[in-house]
Nanobody, 124 residues
Framework: VQLQASGGGLVRAGESLRLSCAASGRAFSNRAVGWFRQAPGKEREFVAAIRWNTGSTIYEDSVKGRFTISGDNAKNTVYLQMNNLKPEDTAVYYC??????????????????WGQGTQVTVSS
């Protein structure tokens, strides 16, 4: 499966963005799709993930209540709605597909298909 992330941009603190992760090649199945982010000089960190067949979700603590991950089966696309953005959310955001049904947690090592990344910049 190939992943295409889009939707990043430059916004002010408190504003919103919606990121999209579209799959091609084959449809998402019973695995998980995750969003990660990487700021300059920092390691890639988990943001949120959704298990495609059940819709169950997990979030990193700092984004709970502000970010929402969701999926559109008809469009084979996962979204990350980001509200009340903060300067510390500035990073390149990546979507990823888990290695198998048994993976899909918070570690990047659990994912083996990655999109190209989309830049999110939040000014204060």
């Amino acid at each position: 499966v190939q992943l295409q992330a889009s939707g990043g941009g430059l916004v002010r603190a408190g504003e919103s963005l919606r990121l999209s992760c579209a799959a091609s090649g084959r449809a998402f199945s019973n695995r998980a799709v995750g969003w990660f982010r990487q700021a300059p000089g920092k390691e890639r960190e988990f943001v949120a993930a959704i298990r495609w067949n059940t819709g169950s979700t997990i979030y990193e603590d700092s984004v709970k209540g502000r970010f929402t991950i969701s999926g559109d089966n008809a469009k084979n696309t996962v979204y990350l709605q980001m509200n009340n953005l903060k300067p510390e959310d500035t990073a390149v955001y990546y979507c990823a597909y888990s290695r198998s049904y048994y993976y899909g947690g918070r570690s990047p090592n659990e994912y083996d298909h990655w999109g190209q990344g989309t830049q999110v910049t939040v000014s204060s």
